[in-house]
């Protein structure tokens, strides 16, 4: 599976849009991006994920570049409590194993 | 109530004790995990299931045993525990490949 490389920190206001990026330039064809959440010592929480197009759910929006070697996840109105470590993660349909990485710190002040 | 849970939520043991910690569903998922995560890492994959009766190793399996004789069971042995073991443990599954991925609470062991 492709790595990815991800902000070890971020800050973000309250009620402004969180844009988190991930950088995966060696993705290959049959790789989704998923995106997951750790909220202080919680298990992760799965956020959203796509292949190619642009996705959105009540959680969140995810946008992959035309070239897919990078995505980026938004937040469109952060509160504090999505202050967490955000993991983007790179996995082929034909691979079982989700593998994270060490994620990006997001703090949401007020 | 039905989702996964995992036991005990805490656990000191000293080194060379055999521990056991527990994951149970109820969704009848296919996949289980297990991972650890230590203090300012990630989440580091140590066993998966794909169904009853299969596992396979993820990232770092030496000192672990898995097994799944029950679909909705998969429970993690450190035959010897070690400090090194000291760790948050977090379980996890996942009904199909392409589904998300649900995690329990996590069971937090201290080897001293």
């Known amino acids: 599976d492709a790595k990815t490389t991800q902000p070890t920190s971020m800050d973000c206001a309250e009620g402004r849009a969180a844009n988190l990026p991930c950088n995966h330039s060696?993705?290959?064809?049959?790789?989704?991006v998923y995106w997951y959440r750790q909220i202080h010592s919680q298990g992760p929480q799965y956020i959203i994920h796509?292949?190619?197009n642009n996705e959105t759910n009540e959680m969140a929006s995810l946008i992959i570049t035309e070239d897919r070697k990078s995505s980026t996840l938004i937040l469109p109105h952060a509160t504090l409590r999505d202050t967490a470590v955000y993991y983007c993660?790179?996995?082929?349909?034909?691979?079982?194993?989700?593998?994270f990485g060490t994620g990006t710190r997001l703090q949401v002040f007020p | 109530d039905a989702g996964i849970t995992q036991s005990p939520r805490y656990k000191i043991t000293e080194t060379g004790r055999q521990v056991t910690l527990m994951c149970h569903q109820t969704w009848s998922h296919s996949y289980m995990f297990w991972y650890r995560q230590d203090l300012g890492h990630g989440l580091r994959l140590i066993y998966y299931?794909?169904?009853?009766?299969?596992?396979d190793k993820g990232e770092v399996p030496d000192g672990y045993v898995v097994s799944r004789s029950k679909t909705e069971n998969f429970p993690l042995t450190l035959e010897s525990a070690t400090r090194s073991q000291t760790s948050v443990y977090f379980c996890?599954?996942?009904?199909?490949?392409?589904?998300?991925?649900?995690f329990g609470p996590g069971t937090r062991l201290t080897v001293l």
């Open positions: 996890a599954s996942r009904r199909g490949r392409d589904n998300e991925q649900f």
């Open positions: 993660i790179v996995r082929s349909y034909n691979t079982d194993k989700l593998i």
């Open positions: 299931s794909a169904a009853a009766d299969i596992t």
């Open positions: 060696t993705i290959s064809g049959n790789e989704y």
């Open positions: 796509g292949l190619k």
